[in-house]
């Protein structure tokens, strides 16, 4: 199933989201999600079956294709469109964390310091601009993140989240990039694979296949090659 990130597909009509008087979303100067979007993503969600609950890992062949974006607006939008819902974007790219500045919030501690044992993982979320979206970060760099995945602490932390959360969103590895991702997917009930057009040649998107279990995948998003991410979402998201 591909899910085809295309702007020309939105309406534009929508009404932008009620503002929050509290905190602004990503610090003072970023905005969680603009009209032209909102349909694009209850789209991918929608298909992708992210209205049950469960564990998700958004993921890609290679670095550059947008997952991190992509499980971003997803995680957004199904936390606005589902406010009794508690959601959790939850950073598994160790290598390259950066959501912790994307929102403006400490990076430690993190998912890295609840697989080393150091605190519980309750202590990484952080509070977001949505009452029901929490945010838990990548934490410290580490020299190994291989060594912290196949913990066995790992397993544990995931059910920790799923017992907090309804749904649980994981920024995943590129799969060719890192064996890291295969950890990752693996401890997930389903994948979303983020697939740049014109840009990932195919034999490299059908290897990236071969590393996801066939019933674990739920879709593949498409950037469209006049509309990609990054692109018009990453104007959205001022990333």
Known sequence: ???????????????PPEPRPTTAPFGSTRKP????????????YTRAGLTAPGVIAVTSAIAGEGKTTVALGLAVMVA??????RVLL???????PILAADFDVEASPGLSEAL???YPVGLGYRETFLPNLRLLPAGE????????????????????TRRNHDLVILD?????????AALVTDQADGVVMVIRS???????????????????????????????VPGWLRRIFGL
Request: proline share 9%; hydrophobic share 40%.
């Open 33 to 44: 999600i603009f009209p032209e979007a909102e349909e694009l993503f209850r789209g991918i």
């Open 141 to 160: 760099r580490t020299d190994n993140p291989s060594r912290l995945l196949r913990s066995p602490r790992f397993p544990s932390v995931l059910a920790a």
């Open 172 to 180: 995943a590895p590129a799969l060719l990039v890192s064996s890291d």
């Open 80 to 85: 606005q469109d589902f406010p009794e819902r």
């Open 1 to 15: 199933m591909a899910l085809t990130v295309d702007d020309t597909t939105t309406s534009g009509g929508l009404p």
């Open 116 to 118: 080393e044992g150091i």
């Open 90 to 96: 939850a950073e598994a790219d160790l290598r390259q």
């Open 198 to 228: 014109g840009v990932t040649p195919m034999p490299v998107v059908n290897r990236a296949l071969e590393l996801v279990a066939e019933e674990r995948l739920r879709g593949m998003v498409l950037n469209g090659a006049q509309s990609a």
